[in-house]
């Protein structure tokens, strides 16, 4: 049972435009949702990240929107630019779960392509 | 990334042979975790770690074993390496017990190939 889903696998976007890159969630108990992106033969790096008592959060051109009663979150890029091309993981920690770790339980990614 | 290695970044190896990958880091963290990438699934967690020699299993735990016999070691073991592990396999690390709003900081993963 997927509790963290990506449910769109690509996404093209010209550069300068918006780019929304969407994750739905089913676990109510989590709190602090992250955003992750990935390019090819590296690890996947932080970008920006929210707990559950915000509905929004900024960091220069990204912003991360959260809806808790829709369970459902975005990332919003703006103005798009081609070295944001990468895979982009949503990522969720819920409540304590044992020996002491609160794990994060990743989506399955999307692939942002930035079109120059 | 800095603070963090792992070896070997690429192995080729024979289905029932054991295998073990390692994870140093430097931040002296005491959480570290193994993760496996998969197209199709994204990144899930096999075993992760909250001190030496305090380990626990994570989603996708069964044919893996881990070791932390050191603060900056964490070994992962394939006792006997199956097709099906095949993959991506990362290690991360965190200061505190939850990712927080700071998160994991990954490592640039080893490619493991079972023929």
């Known amino acids: 049972d997927q509790q963290v889903k990506q449910n769109s696998p690509s996404l093209s976007v010209q550069e300068g435009r918006i780019s929304i890159l969407n994750c739905d969630y089913t676990?109510?108990?989590?709190?602090?949702f992250l955003w992750y992106k990935k390019y090819p033969a590296e690890g996947p790096t932080f970008l920006i990240s929210?707990?559950?008592?915000?509905d929004k959060n900024e960091d220069g051109r990204f912003t991360v929107f959260l809806n808790k009663s829709a369970k459902h979150l975005s990332l919003h890029i703006v103005p798009s630019q081609p070295g944001d091309s990468a895979v982009y993981f949503c990522?969720?920690?819920?409540?304590?779960?044992?020996?002491?770790?609160?794990?994060?339980?990743f989506g399955k990614g999307t692939k942002l392509s930035v079109i120059p | 990334d800095a603070g963090i290695t792992q070896s070997p970044r690429h192995k080729v190896t024979e289905t029932g042979t054991p295998v073990t990958l390692r994870c140093h880091q430097t931040?002296?963290?005491?959480?570290m975790y193994w993760y496996r990438q998969d197209p199709g699934h994204g990144l899930r967690l096999i075993h992760y770690?909250?001190?030496?020699?305090?380990?626990d299993k994570g989603e996708v735990s069964d044919g893996y074993s881990v070791s932390r016999s050191k603060t900056e070691d964490f070994l992962l073991t394939l006792e006997s390496a199956t097709s099906s592990q095949t993959s991506v396999y990362f290690c991360?690390?965190?200061?505190?017990?939850?990712?927080?709003?700071?998160?994991?900081?990954f490592g640039s993963g080893t490619r493991l190939t079972v023929v």
């Open positions: 931040e002296n963290h005491r959480y």
């Open positions: 770690s909250y001190g030496v020699k305090d380990t």
């Open positions: 991360a690390i965190s200061e505190s017990a939850g990712p927080g709003l700071g998160g994991y900081t």
């Open positions: 990522a969720a920690s819920g409540a304590y779960s044992g020996a002491g770790s609160y794990q994060l339980t």
């Open positions: 929210i707990s559950s008592i915000k």
């Open positions: 676990n109510s108990m989590f709190d602090y």
